[in-house]
């Protein structure tokens, strides 16, 4: 089992930025791809970003392509969502995801990730 803990969320302005952390714990989680994914009110969950296992393959979102960037410290068994030139339309409740892979390239979809945190909220005020 592991476990997945989200971190950093808060309420800035637009152009601010934020880094998220996600801390996982439990089994190896260094051979576990990460992914972000963020539902705002009214809306379905979606795709955000998302980091192989070596951290050596990333991808994103087009809507965050530009601004966010996803990363990951192994040795802290942590990941994180540095997002830039934050916007109204990225409030939302930002979700982390694990899933065990040492696939080169992440998944982007929901359902392929097993273990998921407890979300942590982003609000942008204009």
């Known amino acids: 089992q592991v476990q997945v803990v989200e971190s950093g969320g808060g309420l800035v302005q637009a152009g601010d930025s934020l880094r998220l952390s996600c801390t996982a714990s439990g089994r190896t989680v260094s051979r576990y791809a990460m992914g972000w994914f963020r539902q705002a009110p009214g809306k379905e969950r979606e795709f955000v970003a998302a980091i192989n296992w070596s951290g050596t393959s990333t991808t994103y979102a087009d809507s965050v392509k530009g601004r966010f960037t996803i990363s990951r410290d192994n040795a802290k068994n942590t990941a994180y969502l540095r997002m830039n030139s934050l916007k109204p339309d990225d409030t939302a409740v930002y979700y982390c995801?694990?899933?065990?892979?040492?696939?080169?390239?992440?998944?982007?979809?929901?359902?392929?990730?097993?273990?998921w945190g407890q979300g942590t909220q982003v609000t942008v005020s204009s």
């Open positions: 995801a694990a899933r065990s892979s040492t696939n080169y390239y992440p998944k982007t979809e929901a359902n392929d990730y097993d273990y």
